[in-house]
C-alpha cells in the first residue's frame, strides 16, 4: 500500500517487537494485486497469518489465500468505498472475517445503522485522508505522456491535484502498483465517538 513497503523480514522484527509489548501487528495488504505476483502474495499472506498477525486487505488474492490455511479470522477487509450498506457488510462477516472497514463516504446515521446490524466487528475511520479511489492504472504517468511531459511523478510524497472544478488539493500518490487519489480535507470525527 502507499504507507510503505516491508520485506518479510522487517514484518517479523516488527512483530517481535509488538510481542515484546503486548501489542497487536496488523501488516496493510490493501492494493490490488497482478495476477503473476500470486505466489509472493500467498507466502506473505502464510508468514503473517502463521506469525499471528491480522491482514487489512482490499483484494480477493489475499482472502483465497488465506482460506488456504484456514485462518480467514485474521482478516480485516478494507475495500475502501464498497462497505456502505449492511446487507454487504453482513455477506462479508459471513466469511468468518475478523472484521470489516465501512466506507468512508456513508453518513453518521448510516454507520449506526449498519453497526447496528452488524453480528461481527465494523471498523470506522476518524481520523486522516481518505482515498477517493486506488487502481492499478498510473493516472500520473499517463497523464504526463499525454502533455508530452517528461517528468517521473512515482512515488513523491508531496503531489497535490486541483480539479477545473474543485479550489482543494488532493494529495496523490503514484507507486509501481498504481494510484492513489485522497481527499482535500482530512476526516475528523472524534467528537462523534461516543
Known amino acids: 500500500g502507499s504507507d510503505g513497503v516491508f520485506a ?17 501487528l496488523m501488516v496493510m495488504m490493501n492494493r490490488l494485486y497482478f495476477d503473476e505476483e500470486t505466489q509472493a502474495v500467498e507466502t506473505a499472506v502464510k508468514t503473517c497469518l502463521e506469525m499471528g498477525c491480522r491482514i487489512l486487505y482490499c483484494d480477493p488474492m489475499v482472502y483465497l489465500s488465506a482460506v488456504k490455511l484456514n485462518k480467514v479470522n485474521q482478516l480485516v477487509y478494507d475495500a475502501s468505498t464498497l462497505m456502505c450498506n449492511s446487507n454487504d457488510v453482513s455477506l462479508m462477516q459471513s466469511l468468518g472475517l475478523d472484521s470489516v472497514v465501512l466506507s468512508r463516504e ?10 447496528k446490524k452488524s453480528v461481527g466487528k465494523t471498523i470506522v475511520q476518524v481520523y486522516g485522508y ?15 505522456k499525454e502533455i508530452n511531459k517528461d517528468l517521473d511523478l512515482e512515488d513523491l510524497r508531496d503531489l497535490t491535484l486541483i480539479e477545473t472544478t474543485r479550489t482543494g488539493r ?5 507507486e509501481k ?6 481527499t482535500d480535507y482530512i476526516l475528523c470525527a472524534s467528537k462523534e465517538l461516543d
Open 170 to 174: 488532493m494529495p496523490s500518490l503514484e
Open 106 to 115: 456513508i453518513t453518521l446515521e448510516e454507520i449506526c445503522a449498519i453497526a
Open 8 to 24: 518479510l523480514e522487517d514484518v517479523k522484527t516488527l512483530k517481535e517487537a509488538c510481542d515484546e509489548k503486548e501489542l497487536g
Open 177 to 182: 502498483d498504481g494510484c492513489r487519489m485522497y
Open 130 to 144: 481518505q482515498v477517493m479511489a486506488h487502481s492499478k492504472r498510473h493516472f500520473l504517468r499517463n497523464y504526463m
